[in-house]
Nanobody, 115 residues
Framework: QVRPVESGGALVHAGGSLRLSCAAA????WGWYRQAPGEEREFVAQ???????KYADSVKGRFTISRDNDKSTVYLQMNSLKPEDTAVYYC?????????????WGQGTQVTVSS
């Protein structure tokens, strides 16, 4: 499917781990974003078709993005979770690098980290 489908969100305690999945056929850049209540949606991590990755400073060293090409799935491994990581996490898949290239958002998956 073109539109990505996220899964894996849950309620966890601070210090815990979660792995989010994003199933999406096609695309050349896959990214994770998050939006906390009352906040703007923010960038978390991305990976491109060459395997190059980028991370927000707030998650560096704790989160890891990866892609399984055979399964057309992108993962976000989240370790050492903090209450401030609580948000709806969205997957975004871009089908080009140009500004006007098509991209698609998933419906989001809720991650709640309790203190």
């Amino acid at each position: 499917q073109v539109r990505p489908v996220e899964s894996g969100g849950a309620l966890v305690h601070a210090g815990g781990s979660l792995r989010l999945s994003c199933a999406a056929a096609g695309g050349i850049i896959w990214g994770w974003y998050r939006q906390a209540p009352g906040e703007e949606r923010e960038f978390v991590a991305q990976i491109n078709s060459r395997g190059s990755t980028k991370y927000a400073d707030s998650v560096k060293g704790r989160f890891t993005i990866s892609r399984d090409n055979d399964k057309s799935t992108v993962y976000l491994q989240m370790n050492s979770l903090k209450p401030e990581d609580t948000a709806v996490y969205y997957c975004k898949v871009a089908h080009g690098v140009a500004v006007d290239s098509p991209y698609y958002w998933g419906q989001g998956t809720q991650v709640t980290v309790s203190s």
